[in-house]
């Protein structure tokens, strides 16, 4: 896949969503993922989680290798694939890693920057590395800006 339909598949998979999903369209595994993070995040008495931690209490509670990220469930990031319609932390922008648990159909009244940082053996060489802005999250909605992909449209 190209530059160009790499960027197409993102716009075509998100320009069209406004809102997340509920907690109860996330899948079996996603469920236990998200059932993890709100015990850290309750037994620590902080919303800042670091994915070293999910992994672990993950691995210990059921018994096997978290195949999911935190950073797929971000409000405030986007992936071409997978990127879940379920979304219940941010990014923690200060320090790679670490996430901030806000909750499913979080309503905030700051706008939270939305970025795309493609990654992977599949994405073309000329987007590795780049980050780029591609909408907002505001009042529990996305507003979508993909301007800054036009260079490779």
């Not at 369209?25 to 994915?51: C, D, P």
Request: hydrophobic content about 35%; overall charge positive.
């Amino acid at each position: 896949m190209n530059a160009k339909e790499y960027c197409q598949r993102l716009i075509d998979s998100h320009r069209e969503r406004i809102m997340t999903k509920e907690s109860s369209f996330l899948t079996q595994t996603q469920g236990q993922l998200y059932e993890i993070i709100v015990q850290i995040a309750e037994n620590k008495n902080s919303k800042i989680l670091r994915h070293t931690e999910i992994k672990k209490e993950f691995e210990k509670k059921f018994g096997k290798t978290m195949n999911l990220l935190p950073s797929d469930f971000c409000y405030n990031k986007v992936n071409v694939w997978p990127d879940f319609e379920v979304k219940f932390l941010l990014s923690y922008y200060y320090e790679k890693g670490r996430f901030i648990y806000v909750g499913c159909n979080w309503i905030n009244d700051v706008v939270e920057k939305i970025t795309w940082a493609p990654q992977g053996k599949h994405v073309p060489l000329e987007l590795r590395g780049n980050i780029f802005n591609v909408g907002i999250y505001q009042r529990g909605r996305y507003k979508w800006d993909f301007s800054e992909l036009n260079e490779f449209l």
